[in-house]
């Protein structure tokens, strides 16, 4: 039940009020709101740390809007620039090189160029290892500049020049 008091006084005279029994503070007070404010200190750290990780990652990959490093996403397909390194096996259905330089393939172990059909069967494969050449496949040419054959093998015959060693049996 609520008591309530009226108490007048005159002017002069000092008499003390009754102590409210029923006070709430509303809020956070004390050592909760000293770890509230840590706890969002370090969320803010956590943000701005995400923040250059994420920036240093972009800068360090060369990520922008045409791809990323030597590596750029044109109309045609992907267009590689400079050198790369492949971990895993290359699938491509055309590899060109600058018109002044070369394609250079290399490999610790050997190079393996694969034909397929349509059906994906290998139809031509082409081994380059340390101590061997290997080619699988119906038939073998190696031309000159001029567009003349130097060297052409198949099942029948093996001819060396242009029609001046023939070798067949």
């Keep these: 039940m609520v008591r309530e008091q009226y108490t007048t006084t005159t ?4 008499l003390e009020r009754p102590k409210n029994e029923y006070v709430y503070k509303i809020g956070i007070y004390g050592w ?18 995400n923040f250059s990780l994420t920036i240093w990652i972009l800068k360090v990959m ?3 809007p045409t791809g990323m490093g030597h590596l750029r996403v044109t109309k045609e397909g992907l267009r590689l620039e400079g050198e790369s390194e492949f971990l895993y096996p290359l699938y491509a259905k055309e590899i ?6 070369s394609l250079l ?13 349509s059906n994906g069967e290998v139809t031509g494969r082409l081994n380059v290892g340390p101590k ?10 190696i031309y000159s500049k001029d567009g003349k054959p130097l060297f052409t093998v198949d099942e029948n015959e093996v001819v060396i ?6 070798v067949t049996g």
């Design 161 to 166: 020049g242009t029609d001046k060693l023939r």
């Design 105 to 117: 393939l290399q490999s610790t172990h050997n190079v393996t160029v694969n034909a397929r059909n």
């Design 62 to 64: 060369w990520f922008s």
């Design 132 to 141: 061997m050449v290997e080619f699988l496949g119906q038939e073998f040419q």
């Design 96 to 101: 060109h090189s600058r018109v002044d330089s």
């Design 32 to 49: 909760r709101k000293r770890c509230l404010y840590l706890f969002v200190l370090l969320l803010l750290i956590i943000l701005v740390v």
């Design 11 to 14: 002017p002069g005279t000092c």
